[in-house]
């Protein structure tokens, strides 16, 4: 397992942007497939994107996210961001990433079962 950490969440209007982070400690993280994850009050916990391994070519957004959020991932730095532009206040939730070793470059996952290393939760509140 890989340790994770999120960054970036923090209160803003909507119609607002916020770029999470999310930071891993394997230097082999380039193998390892991301999701980013949320759960908002009183809410299930949904997969909002997801990233292949590698050079994360395939990426998949829900449709509530979908032209708004946009996820990349830089692994020089270790690092796979949640852009995340037109903020709505339904977008208020605490955003988990989440990831697994997948030596195929060509598949991701957005099942939360599918992950064994999770971090810890950033906060995004957004104001209407």
């Known amino acids: 397992q890989v340790h994770l950490v999120e960054s970036g969440g923090g209160l803003v209007q909507a119609g607002g942007s916020l770029r999470l982070s999310c930071l891993a400690t394997?230097?082999?993280?380039?193998?390892?497939?991301v999701g980013w994850f949320r759960q908002g009050p009183g809410k299930e916990r949904e997969c909002v994107a997801s990233?292949?391994?590698?050079?994360?070519?395939?990426?998949w957004y829900a449709d509530s996210v979908k032209g708004r959020f946009t996820v990349s991932r830089d692994n020089d730095k270790n690092l796979v961001y949640l852009q995340m532009n037109s903020l709505k206040s339904e977008d208020t939730a605490v955003y988990f990433c989440?990831?697994?070793?997948?030596?195929?470059?060509?598949?991701?996952?957005?099942?939360?079962?599918?992950?064994?290393?999770w971090g810890q939760g950033t906060q995004v509140t957004v104001s209407s």
């Open positions: 990233i292949a391994s590698f050079f994360g070519t395939y990426t």
């Open positions: 394997d230097r082999t993280f380039e193998t390892y497939a």
């Open positions: 989440a990831a697994r070793v997948t030596f195929a470059g060509d598949f991701y996952y957005t099942e939360s079962e599918a992950f064994g290393s």
